[in-house]
Nanobody
Framework: QVRLVESGGGVVQSGGSLRLSCKPSGFVLDHDGFGWFHQAPGKGREGVSCIRNVDRSTYFRESVKGRFSITIDDAKNTAYLQMDNLKPEDTGTYYC??????????WGQGTQVTVSS
């Protein structure tokens, strides 16, 4: 069964940094890219950032522009979300997903990020 495994979450103070990782479990996947999604406590899941494999073009939600970056390491078959200058409103569960065309077909279990003020 295909799984995506996220890691790198934790507790940081406001202004701190975390790097989230997303790796397929078990084997290499062909993919069209990866996306990262954020679910704040008591709220729905929202897109944060995504990257296309074909040209490595990226998208960022307005609230994270200039603070977050997204990359793919082909050698490690891993996607990353670098989060700098974290704010309390960044707190929540972060999910990665594998893109297939214009949608996402596999999701990770989520990793928790807590930013204290």
């Amino acid at each position: 069964q295909v799984r995506l495994v996220e890691s790198g979450g934790g507790v940081v103070q406001s202004g701190g940094s975390l790097r989230l990782s997303c790796k397929p479990s078990g084997f290499v996947l062909d993919h069209d890219g990866f996306g990262w999604f954020h679910q704040a406590p008591g709220k729905g899941r929202e897109g944060v950032s995504c990257i296309r494999n074909v040209d490595r073009s990226t998208y960022f939600r307005e609230s994270v522009k200039g603070r977050f970056s997204i990359t793919i390491d082909d050698a490690k078959n891993t996607a990353y979300l670098q989060m700098d200058n974290l704010k309390p409103e960044d707190t929540g569960t972060y999910y990665c997903a594998k893109a297939s065309g214009s949608s996402f077909d596999y999701w990770g279990q989520g990793t928790q990020v807590t930013v204290s003020s």
